[in-house]
């Protein structure tokens, strides 16, 4: 697949993104061994996954876990970054995507094969992520990005420290008042 006249969206250095992590680890881990969707494998990059908002990060992370427990959303953090230089994505959300054959399924079908082809003919193409519809969001409101670095390592020498904090009681109201999540208090 060509994508040299693929629709592209510039995500500007300024523009705040956000990403949840397990707190004893770093934001920056850049998967590239095909559990995600957007793995460009074979290709010496990997993805790293963020949202526009901290809810899309949310449904990003505990996706159909709807009753949660306590330990597991303590054990989070959410960083909220601006990487300081613009970054051009392929840009899934776009209608002008239709015409290379790409359908919402690109981003929401559970065989991860054609959206990682699609990942490694973005790379070829120099973008440096790609920009999609977070899949368990049924209203299609929340917009994920994969960022694509290293293969496999700790970017963050490379990518710019962001604000990170626990995970709000804000976002854990706004998940279980949108979706329905659940918390569970330890015992």
């Not at 604000?163 to 569970?184: I, K, M, N």
Request: hydrophobic share 35%; proline share 5%.
């Amino acid at each position: 697949m060509k994508l040299d006249r693929f629709p592209r969206r510039t995500l500007r250095g300024d523009r705040k993104i956000y990403r949840i992590h397990q707190t004893d680890r770093s934001p920056w881990r850049f998967s590239a061994d095909g559990s995600g969707r957007f793995n460009p494998v074979g290709t010496g990059r990997g993805a790293c996954y963020l949202a526009e908002r901290p809810l899309g990060s949310w449904v990003e992370v505990f996706r159909k876990t709807m009753l949660l427990p306590e330990a597991e959303v303590r054990n989070r953090s959410l960083m909220s970054v601006q990487l300081g230089r613009d970054v051009r994505l392929a840009d899934l959300t776009s209608r002008r995507a239709l015409s290379f054959g790409v359908t919402a399924s690109l981003g929401a079908d559970q065989d991860y094969e054609r959206s990682q082809a699609f990942a490694v003919h973005a790379v070829e193409e120099g973008f440096g992520g790609v920009r999609y519809l977070v899949r368990h969001d049924t209203a299609q409101k929340l917009f994920g990005i994969a960022l694509f670095g290293g293969a496999g390592a700790d970017e963050s020498d490379a990518w710019p420290s962001g604000d990170e904090e626990p995970l709000s009681l804000e976002l854990v109201s706004e998940a279980h008042r949108r979706f329905g999540y659940r918390v569970l208090p330890t015992p």
